[in-house]
């Protein structure tokens, strides 16, 4: 749970764990595909850090950390320069849904996120029957936080604390956070080595942050340690399960839906704070999807505007935002819930980007330039880093501008 994102913004949200990936205004990164895990940054001498942390054990016992766990805990702990950069260094940009959507709920993410809630569909059912969120929505957290388990982490979470908070850019929020830690490991629910997770601090399956773990977490198992880190993902989807609950969700009602929207429609009803019944809705023309009345009412919005996809949003759908303030985020937690459960795509088409392509222009565009000897990672439609780079390569191979930008000029050299 890693609730309140400041990866790409800034923002120490309320009291969810998932505050990595995506934030306040901006869209929410989700974990990449497959299991694979950049090796753990090392640390590195620095005696500034070495004088913080003397300062910090004396503030640290004064509230109520026991010198056996602080020496324990920074046993081998370091200063770690790669924790600064990736802190610094995040990017400020707003992925479009259509984008957003194509990584939250790729196939590769949808067919593993239906093999793991068949795997583990009786711990779902018992989860869901104490706290009463559905199974699906619990392992749509997991799939977008970690990948299903497959993307926690492995940095060490105490020398990324002590190593943000040094630094001082946020240093009373990492200081908090710090002191969460510190008291995870006096409670014994985890050994300094194995606590670990992203750079920033949000551990586990679905990535909790101290102060969050301290709050919500529980121990589901009943072995005496609330273990978000094992591979058994017990603890850490019951622990999600249990913050959402107490967020306000409500059983039974569905987070939103994709709905149509009939010709001629006011786009000034469009917007979250502007609900009306189903009643209403169904009067004014709007549908589901794929036909048929609405049985619930709520707001509506439109990320691209009247024409392209729009979706009903119910309270629910507010309860997913306080995991994480991001409204790509949240639909794409509420999409994947559905395609778990056997839902298809969204419906409606997002039509030609800024740059005039449609997805699958761009498909067909990354499809070209890997077959040309300019891999760009996968044919997701997705423009990103690797992609951009690919374009650039082949830009210069052709004595063309080397901008790195996708357009109808570059496909059509390409055919």
Known sequence: MISRRFFTLTAPLAAGAAWLSGCVGGSAPVAGSGSRE????????????????????????????????????????????????????????????EDYLSIAASDERVSLGRQMYARHGATLAAIEAR???????????????????TRRGNVPVISALSTLAYDGRR?????????GALRILQAGDIPPARMVGSWAGAMGHTQFIPTSYLEYAVDFTGDGRRDIWSDDPTDALA?????????????GLPWGMEVSLPGGFNPGLLGRGKGKSAAEWNALGVTRAGGGALAVGGS????????????????????????????????????????????????????????????????????????????????????????????????????????????????????
Do not use: C
């Open 300 to 415: 509506i919005i439109a990320p691209g505007g009247v024409g392209t996809p729009a979706f009903l949003l119910t309270q629910n759908f507010n309860v997913i935002l306080r995991y994480n303030n991001a409204e790509n985020y949240a639909i794409g937690v509420g999409h994947l819930s559905d395609r778990i459960l056997g839902g298809g795509p969204v419906r409606a088409a997002f039509g030609p980007d800024a740059t005039g392509l449609t997805k699958a222009d761009r498909q067909e565009l990354q499809r070209r330039l890997t077959a040309a000897g300019f891999d760009t990672g996968g044919t997701d439609g997705v423009i990103g880093p690797k992609s951009r780079e690919a374009i650039t390569a082949f830009q210069r191979s052709r004595g063309m501008a080397a901008t790195g930008e996708p357009s109808p000029a570059l496909l059509a050299a390409l055919r």
């Open 38 to 97: 950049t090796p753990p940054p090392r640390p590195v001498a620095n005696p500034g850090w070495d004088a913080w942390v003397e300062g910090y054990r004396s503030r640290a016992s004064a509230r109520g950390i026991s010198a056996p766990t602080l020496n324990a805990a920074f046993q081998g702990a370091g200063f770690l320069p790669d924790v600064i950069e990736k802190d610094r260094n995040q990017t400020e940009f707003k992925r479009s849904l």
């Open 171 to 179: 240093g009373a929020f990492f200081e908090s956070q710090l002191d």
């Open 131 to 149: 706290y009463g969120v559905e199974g699906h929505v619990v392992a749509a957290f997991w799939g977008l936080e970690s990948f299903f388990g």
């Open 239 to 251: 622990s999600t399960a249990n913050y959402v609950r107490r967020s306000g969700w409500q059983k």
